[in-house]
């Protein structure tokens, strides 16, 4: 889409902290515009890096601000604040780790992805764990 290749980067989310209740210690969100917030799991939190910010900054850049697509879509191209093209709702870009590990943030292990692509792309993943946390594996 020729309209990804004018937004602008400062249209992103930036990660910020604030305290758990849970344990006080400090929970990273990923900031997602108009003041939603993205909480990082509490058992999952150690797993990403200090620089999160800066990934997720360098990974909505080089996408300039669009879906990155999957396999089953290749050319999403949602644009990130916009209507999505096929499904309607507001396009919220997150940062997809292509082998579920938040340890490698490689940019190549890194896609921006809609909502659509997202859940599509996770979806036996999170069969898998939820079995798994209910003990159904």
Request: charged share 30%.
């Amino acid at each position: 889409d020729p309209a990804c290749k004018f937004l602008s980067v400062v249209q992103i989310g930036l990660v910020r902290h604030v305290r758990s209740d849970e344990d006080s210690s400090v929970v990273p969100r990923v900031r997602m515009g108009r003041g939603r917030v993205m909480p990082i799991l509490p058992e999952n939190r150690g797993r990403y890096p200090s620089n999160w910010e800066e990934i997720r900054v360098d990974v909505l850049s080089r996408a300039n601000d669009c879906c990155e697509g999957i396999d089953e879509y290749p050319i999403c191209g949602a644009v990130n604040g916009h209507l999505h093209p096929e499904t309607g709702s507001k396009v919220q870009l997150m940062i997809a780790h292509m082998d579920h590990t938040p340890e490698n943030c490689d940019l190549m292990n890194l896609k921006a992805l809609c909502q659509r692509c997202h859940n599509h792309y996770d979806r036996d993943h999170r069969r898998e764990t939820r079995s798994k946390r209910h003990g159904k594996a």
